[in-house]
C-alpha cells in the first residue's frame, strides 16, 4: 500500500489499537504477548518440569531403597502411625482445593475472592507443616526414633524429604499471596501464580503416594 496508503488507513480508521492487556480474569495466556511474557512462561514451565522430574526421580530412588531392604532381612517392624497423619492429609487436600478455587476466580476477574482463597491455601499449608512436626514430636514421645527400625528411618527420611520440599512451595505461596494482597500481582504475575499451584498439586499427589507407601508398605 506504501506510506500514503498507510497515513489514508490511520486518518479514517485511526492510529493501530495498543496491545490487548487483560486484566486479573484475561490475556496472560501460554502463547505470550510481544513483550517477551510468552518467552518467559515456557522457560518458566520449563524449569517446573525439570523440578518436578527430578523430584520425582528422588522420590522413587528412596522408594526403591524401601522396598529392597524391606525385602533383605527379616528385622523389619511396621511402625504405628500417629492418627493425626490423617487430619493432615485432609489439611493438605483442602489447601490444593482452595488453591484451584483461587485460580478459578481469577479466570473469571474475581480479585476479592482469588486473595481469599489463595491465602486460605497457603494458610492450610502451612497448619500441614504444623501438624507433620506434631506427628514427628508424637513419634518421638512413643519412643520411636529415625534409628529405632528400618521401618521407623524411611518414614522419617520420606516425610522430612516432603517437608522440605513443601516449605518450598509454601514459600511460593506466600509470595503470591502478598503480591496480592498488596494489589501488585498484575497479568504479568500470573506464570508464578499457575506455577506455584501445579507444583503444589504435585506435593499433594506425592503425599499421598507416601501415604499409600506407609500404610501398605511401612
Given at each position: 500500500?506504501g506510506?500514503s496508503?498507510?497515513?489514508?488507513h490511520d ?22 504477548g ?9 522457560a518458566?514451565?520449563?524449569?517446573l518440569?525439570v523440578?518436578?522430574a527430578?523430584?520425582?526421580?528422588l522420590?522413587?530412588?528412596f ?21 493425626i ?14 488453591l ?20 486460605a491455601g497457603?494458610v ?7 501438624g ?12 520411636v526414633?529415625i ?5 521407623s ?12 520440599h513443601?516449605l ?6 506466600f ?44
Amino acid at each position: 500500500m506504501g506510506m500514503s496508503g498507510s497515513l489514508t488507513h490511520d486518518i479514517i480508521h485511526g492510529p493501530p489499537r495498543p496491545p490487548f492487556e487483560g486484566g486479573w480474569g484475561g490475556g496472560g495466556g501460554a502463547g505470550g504477548g510481544s513483550d517477551g511474557r510468552g518467552a518467559f512462561r515456557r522457560a518458566s514451565f520449563t524449569g517446573l518440569y525439570v523440578l518436578l522430574a527430578a523430584s520425582t526421580m528422588l522420590f522413587a530412588a528412596f522408594t526403591s531403597a524401601m522396598v529392597v531392604r524391606r525385602g533383605l532381612s527379616d528385622d523389619w517392624m511396621s511402625m504405628s502411625k500417629p492418627p493425626i497423619l490423617l487430619v493432615n492429609t485432609g489439611v493438605l487436600l483442602a489447601s490444593s482445593l482452595a488453591l484451584e478455587l483461587a485460580r478459578r476466580a481469577l479466570k473469571a476477574g474475581g480479585r476479592t475472592k482469588f486473595n481469599a482463597w489463595w491465602t486460605a491455601g497457603t494458610v492450610l499449608g502451612i497448619l500441614f507443616l504444623g501438624g507433620q512436626a506434631l506427628a514427628w514430636n508424637q513419634l518421638n514421645a512413643a519412643s520411636v526414633f529415625i534409628s529405632t527400625n528400618p521401618s521407623s528411618s524411611f518414614f522419617y527420611v520420606l516425610s522430612v524429604a516432603h517437608a522440605v520440599h513443601l516449605l518450598g512451595g509454601v514459600s511460593a505461596l506466600f509470595y503470591v499471596d502478598v503480591q496480592a494482597l498488596r494489589l501488585t500481582l498484575g497479568p504479568a504475575k500470573r506464570t508464578a501464580i499457575d506455577i506455584s499451584a501445579i507444583f503444589w498439586h504435585f506435593l499433594d499427589g506425592l503425599w499421598l503416594y507416601l501415604m499409600v507407601l506407609f500404610y501398605v508398605w511401612g
